[in-house]
């Protein structure tokens, strides 16, 4: 089956700064790579999501990249805020969608 | 609020002990995943539901069971419970699992074995 790596799994930045996550995955048949975001004690949210077909994709502070070839992708925060304090979990689903094979998250402090 | 809807919050209960989890999936949604996290881990992904049918596993322990009813709601039951079962659970929906569409997760259970 799939298997995702992700690191680092701490991270501590400036307020400002930039933070990076990466992830690879195994399964060259993984086409779908969602972000999720989770805070202390409450529910894993999506932040933001890529499919395959896409090489990077942007919402504010926050963009994914994906490059295939090398099976891998990454979360870039920019102008890091003390509220993104969280873990945040990558994954990746394959083509038949049945089940999201997630990273072992990082735990993202940022220093006001 | 994900639309996902999960009960009880929290639940404390005994070891050997039997607790039903119970999920409401989003409006819509037809598929459901059950998730444990211990604390400070990840995402251990247990079973997921398509339309009432059994879709995939994880690893999910013989003691665990769980069900997806015709209106579309899940349980997950947990027997014999041990110490080691105090864990976040989460249930996610998607709309379907072929789809590459996300999961949306609920609040979760709190489960503390005494």
């Known amino acids: 089956g799939e298997n995702v790596e992700q690191h680092p799994s701490t991270l501590s930045v400036q307020e400002g700064d930039s933070a990076v996550i990466k992830c690879t995955y195994s399964?060259?048949?993984?086409?779908?790579f969602p972000w999720y975001k989770q805070e202390l004690g409450k529910r894993p949210q999506l932040i933001i999501d890529?499919?395959?077909?896409?090489g990077e994709k942007k919402d504010q502070r926050i963009a994914v990249t994906l490059n295939k070839t090398a099976k891998h992708f990454s979360l870039h925060i920019t102008e890091t805020q003390p509220e993104d304090s969280a873990v945040y979990f990558c994954?990746?689903?394959?083509?038949?969608?049945?089940?999201?094979?997630f990273g072992t998250g990082t735990s993202l402090t940022v220093i006001p | 609020d994900s639309g996902v809807t999960q009960t009880p919050k929290h639940l404390i209960t005994a070891t050997g002990q039997r607790v039903t989890l119970r999920c409401s999936p989003r409006?819509?949604?037809?598929?459901v995943y059950w998730y444990q996290q211990s604390l400070d881990q990840g995402l251990q992904f247990l079973i997921q539901?398509?339309?009432?049918?059994?879709?995939a596993k994880g690893n999910i322990l013989e003691r665990f069971s769980a069900q997806q009813f015709p209106d579309l709601h899940s349980e997950l039951n947990l027997s014999s419970l041990e110490l080691g079962d105090s864990a976040l659970y989460f249930c996610?929906?998607?709309?379907?699992?072929?789809?590459?569409?996300?999961?949306?997760f609920g609040d979760g259970t709190r489960l503390s074995i005494l």
């Open positions: 996610a929906s998607s709309v379907v699992p072929d789809s590459n569409q996300p999961q949306h």
């Open positions: 399964d060259s048949a993984s086409n779908y």
């Open positions: 890529i499919r395959s077909n896409v």
């Open positions: 994954a990746a689903s394959l083509s038949n969608g049945n089940q999201f094979y």
């Open positions: 409006s819509g949604d037809l598929s």
């Open positions: 539901y398509y339309n009432g049918e059994e879709r």
